[in-house]
């Protein structure tokens, strides 16, 4: 593991070169290793990780746009679970609270999006039969982040995208249909798991997610079909439900994930650029001096709210307590309306360092999906369709409680029983058992997947949180095309306005 990181990056480096301007370009120099001749054993940890980045954040200098422009930060903000600190910045959050959507606003999502798909792209492609494992591996991760890439977009290029100089400007896919690819792309992965054969790499400790462990693929796998099938549960018209469920079928009896999908190729505080990024983006650098972030995010009067509510026993890991509470900041209101101290991230989401070691915060893993998340899928399922989902889905709710506990280190105590009396929080006091589904995932997934409790919004409209008080147009349904796709892809991309992306979401919705 010692030298794992060094080489990680570089091979990320190498990886990212061909595709640092648009997913399209493949530049190929005598300096620069050819892409197809990265063998995928090579190439799997840094995909892996680069890819990853665009959930988290990160603040190298080849990244710097997902420091302000990721996944999470955007989910967390449009669901009103951070606010800024309006006690020590201006207008901070600005355009996220007032939902000021424009062809820049949050750009990044897509660009560092699609170029590192394309290193997952590359490996599922590699011209030998020797990496089916690996291959395997690509093609699960691939559907994973281009299921987000439909989440926030609607129509997208699938079928011509990562091509490169062989078609640089790629057609458009229905968004329906490139859902459809996905879940064909994992029964492919699948099969050839089953399949592989002592001819076939083993896979080791480059994968820096399950290290090798093909049954755990195959549980992720299923897991993320899982969500690609729930995620159209709510359509009707009769060629989806004939659709869902034959698609369902196939996942009776199938085995989910039984732990938290987790990535670490070896974080540690040995430099920067080998920081945990969510870390290095949010908490403290390898000196253990504090980043801006961790002055800028604090929690939402919304989050605070609801925690301190129920009394629940996560409060003092997601954030830090003022007096035993979470305080927190609405968003939109000013400095003078603020309270003075007010609650930041928690120690569970941002280790605090010993003096200037910061050890623990920059080796800790990242959160790729959460066992809650799975669990609360599962509930979802099972309350849907009882008939291919056997198990009780009020056990599975529970069950993804306890799972958010347990990753954050709290303690449950009799918070079951106390919530079951709470509408929208319990499953009994609920009437609508997805709100309550909903509301208890997004707490779950708060801090470390933020943009799926906000595409899980726009689905379901659970749980119902507030706009930002400066906040006149609303939560949008997507993101608006970005500049550089508009530039580069003129002819393809679809019209839009900014009215579009408040009106009409994905086609799930």
Not at 9 to 23: A, V
């Amino acid at each position: 593991m010692k030298n794992k990181i060094v080489k990680l990056f570089f091979t990320g480096l190498i990886l990212s070169l061909g595709s640092c301007e648009s997913y399209l370009d493949v530049n190929d120099t005598p300096n620069t290793a050819l892409l197809s001749q990265i063998t995928p054993n090579l190439a799997l940890s840094a995909a892996q990780t680069q890819t990853f980045r665009v959930i988290s954040g990160d603040t190298r200098n080849v990244e710097g746009g997902i420091a302000s422009q990721n996944l999470n930060q955007f989910g967390n903000i449009m669901m009103n679970s951070w606010s800024g600190n309006v006690n020590s910045f201006t207008d901070p959050y600005g355009a996220e609270l007032r939902s000021t959507m424009t062809t820049s606003f949050y750009q990044n999502i897509w660009n560092y999006g699609y170029a590192n798909i394309a290193n997952l792209h590359n490996i599922t492609v590699y011209e030998s039969d020797n990496y089916d494992n690996h291959k395997a591996i690509a093609k699960i991760l691939k559907s994973f982040y281009m299921q987000t890439m439909v989440d926030m977009y609607g129509d997208c290029p699938y079928s011509e995208a990562f091509l490169g100089n062989a078609n640089l400007a790629p057609a458009y896919d229905d968004d329906k249909m490139v859902y459809r690819a996905l879940v064909t792309n994992l029964d492919e992965a699948i099969a050839m798991i089953n399949g592989a054969n002592g001819s076939d790499a083993v896979v080791g400790t480059e994968d820096a997610m399950l290290a090798g462990n093909m049954d755990n693929w195959k549980r992720f796998a299923n897991t993320i079909k899982l969500r690609l099938l729930m995620r159209q549960s709510g359509l009707v018209d009769a060629e989806t439900t004939a659709y869902l469920d034959a698609q369902l079928d196939t996942l009776i009896g199938a085995d989910f994930i039984t732990s938290n999908v987790t990535i670490n190729p070896g974080y540690s505080s040995a430099s920067g650029d080998a920081q945990n990024p969510f870390y290095a983006a949010y908490g403290f650098g390898i000196s253990g001096t504090k980043v801006q972030n961790r002055d800028l995010v604090v929690a939402s009067d919304n989050a605070a709210s609801k925690l301190n509510s129920t009394s629940d026993g996560r409060r003092g890991r997601l954030f830090t307590l003022v007096a035993g509470s979470v305080v927190g900041v609405e968003q939109g209101e000013s400095a003078l309306a603020a309270a003075d101290v007010v609650s930041s991230l928690g120690a569970a989401i941002v280790p605090l360092p010993v003096g200037t070691n910061a050890t623990v915060g920059s080796s800790m893993a990242g959160q790729v999906m959460t066992l809650s998340e799975a669990k609360f899928l599962l509930a979802e399922a099972a309350f849907k369709y009882p008939a291919k989902f056997t198990a009780d889905p009020k056990t599975l709710f529970d069950e993804g409680i306890a799972a958010s506990f347990t990753r954050l280190g709290a303690t449950i105590g009799t918070y079951l029983t106390d919530i079951d009396a709470v509408p929208g929080f319990g499953w009994n006091a609920t009437t609508d058992k997805v709100e309550a589904i909903m509301t208890q995932k997004w707490i779950a997934l708060m801090h470390v997947s933020g943009h799926e409790s906000w595409i899980d919004y726009v689905r379901t409209g659970f749980p119902v949180t507030p706009n930002a008080l400066n906040n006149v147009n609303g939560k949008p349904k997507r993101l608006m095309y970005p500049n550089s796709e508009i530039i580069s892809n003129s002819s393809n991309v679809p019209s839009q306005s900014s009215a579009s992306v408040f009106a009409t979401g994905p086609f799930w919705k």
